[in-house]
T-cell receptor
Framework: RKEVEQDPGPFNVPEGATVAFNCTYS??????FFWYRQDCRKEPKLLMS???SGNEDGRFTAQLNRASQYISLLIRDSKLSDSATYLC???????????FGTGTRLTIIP | DVKVTQSSRYLVKRTGEKVFLECVQD?????MFWYRQDPGLGLRLIYF???????EKGDIPEGYSVSREKKERFSLILESASTNQTSMYLC??????????????FGPGTRLTVL
């Protein structure tokens, strides 16, 4: 099983809709998670950190399911500017390296 | 704001050339990283450094070397560039290797083409 698995998409979603995608991870010791967004031909930028069961920041909600070892990202009232690739990154104490998922590509359609 | 800068946005080199990619961060971060990113393969770690003059191999170090002579600067060296090293190279830095300060901040990337 890969360390991090994401549905590559693309997810094509109409503007204003709600969209959610999952990220599964294999290391049960993963304690915290990052969601990064990466625009086309740009660098990844941190969207959200998750240190407990979840986190919410405006239209974005991350929910962690430790029993099933996945974390989801939900985007409400999607905007055209949300079009990007979303990278999931599990992290744990003592692991020096971050393993980035290959990302889920999201396109918001007008 | 953390700022990570990379010396070039685009670079074209010939097979066999020695290539230097420079990265500078201005937030006094201990840790610096070099990744390459290819379609369908995601970000792959080449090397990282947790202190001046210290380096650790990542997942794909073959064909690359690094140098960290100053805390703020981390260089990636391709001793003899090959066409399979054509890629987007991303530098990153972080305050810590452990949560909760292990968020990585990325530079804008260097798109390297080897002909």
């Amino acid at each position: 099983r890969k360390e991090v698995e994401q549905d590559p998409g693309p997810f094509n979603v109409p503007e204003g809709a709600t969209v959610a995608f999952n990220c599964t991870y294999s290391n049960s010791a993963s304690q915290s998670f990052f969601w990064y967004r990466q625009d086309c031909r740009k660098e990844p930028k941190l969207l959200m950190s998750v240190y407990s069961s979840g986190n919410e920041d405006g239209r974005f909600t991350a929910q962690l399911n430790r029993a099933s070892q996945y974390i989801s990202l939900l985007i409400r009232d999607s905007k055209l500017s949300d079009s990007a690739t979303y990278l999931c990154v599990p992290t744990n104490f003592g692991n020096e390296k971050l393993t980035f998922g290959t990302g889920t590509r999201l396109t918001i359609i007008p | 704001d953390v700022k990570v800068t990379q010396s070039s946005r685009y670079l074209v080199k010939r097979t066999g050339e020695k290539v230097f990619l420079e990265c500078v961060q201005d937030m006094d971060h201990e840790n610096m990283f070099w990744y390459r990113q290819d379609p369908g393969l995601g970000l792959r770690l080449i090397y990282f450094s947790y202190d001046v003059k210290m380096k650790e191999k990542g997942d794909i170090p073959e064909g690359y070397s690094v140098s960290r002579e100053k805390k703020e600067r981390f260089s990636l060296i391709l001793e003899s560039a090959s066409t399979n090293q054509t890629s987007m190279y991303l530098c990153a830095s972080s305050r810590s290797l452990n949560p909760p300060y292990n968020e990585q901040f990325f530079g804008p990337g260097t798109r390297l083409t080897v002909l």
